[in-house]
């Protein structure tokens, strides 16, 4: 028998293959003692019959009580019956001993067997360890990431008050700018107040300067239409829509639900939230802090 370990999915199993002889003595052994099992049958058989032979001839006085032993004969070999239960004897010795050596075996393979299962048991421990050890450093990773990102927002980008902001110019849907913002430590911009809101208009504008690029910012209405929320889910107080007659914002109803903001005027329209665009992340500034 030949046992292997095999990685399978992030798991270690463990593969046991019989030796093909081995298999081929058991089915010898046992085809063996089926035989001799048999001939025993065939030998008590012939004894039962030879019996009620004997006694139906006596009950019809066809056979004396008393019989007249016959004479040896001195170069006669040993009669049929005595040859087959001789042989018998001598199958089921040879069976015996081959059982012996089957169960002499099969305590080694357990034992093996035994031991390798000791062995997994200690490599997937040592798995198991290696896993957390994973995890455990990709979240250290995670977490330079993000202050590696808040660093460079904070270096590159505009301080206004406790925070920084930063234009990345990645085309990414108003989903995919939230989950990079927050890879990076940060969040979507989510301008509070009239101050914050002229302060992040007059960054894009020079940022973009002469072109006219939207951004998107942190605020939503997907949760119930017309009640704008912030990327972190509190309620919208301030609101900077584009006023003008050919078009007022919002004008998007149930279609357009995700806001970005114009780079030109700072003014603010709604889009289909799949659009890709610039974004813009705001920073906490631990140094103003």
Excluded at 20 to 47: D, K, N, P
Excluded at 96 to 115: E, M, P, R, S
Aim: aromatic residues 12%; proline residues 4%.
């Amino acid at each position: 028998m030949t046992l292997r370990l095999m990685p399978k999915a992030g798991r270690v199993l463990l593969s046991v293959t019989f030796d093909l002889g081995l298999v081929s003595l058991l089915e010898q052994r046992w085809y063996e003692i089926f035989e001799a099992v048999v001939i025993f049958f065939h030998f008590v058989h012939l004894c039962v019959w030879q019996a009620s032979l004997q006694g139906m001839k006596k009950a019809r006085g066809d056979v004396p009580d008393d019989l007249p032993e016959p004479e040896p004969e001195p170069t006669s070999p040993a009669s049929d019956f005595e040859t087959s239960y001789n042989y018998i004897l001598s199958r089921l010795a040879g069976m015996d001993q081959a059982i012996h050596k089957l169960n002499v075996g099969h305590y080694t393979l357990d034992v093996k067997v035994t031991q390798l299962l000791d062995r997994l048991s200690m490599m997937d421990a040592k798995v198991g360890e290696l896993e957390d050890n994973i995890r455990e450093v990709d979240q250290y990773s995670k977490d330079n990431r993000k202050e590696i990102g808040r660093l460079e927002g904070c270096q590159k980008g505009h301080r206004v008050g406790y925070k920084c902001y930063l234009v990345y110019r990645s085309y990414e849907d108003y989903a995919g700018a939230s989950r990079k913002c927050l890879e990076r430590g940060g969040r979507m911009a989510m301008p509070r107040d009239r101050k914050e809101q002229e302060a992040l208009a007059d960054y894009v504008k020079s940022f973009f300067h002469p072109g006219n690029w939207p951004v998107w910012l942190g605020i939503n209405d997907l949760r119930s239409e017309g009640m704008y929320l912030f990327d972190d889910g509190t309620r919208v107080t301030y609101f900077q829509w584009r006023r003008h007659f050919l078009s007022s914002q919002p004008d998007g109803g149930k279609r357009e639900n995700c806001v970005a903001m114009s780079s030109d005027d700072g003014d603010w329209w709604d889009h289909y939230c799949d659009r890709t665009m610039n974004y813009l992340c705001e920073f906490d500034d631990r140094v103003a802090l």
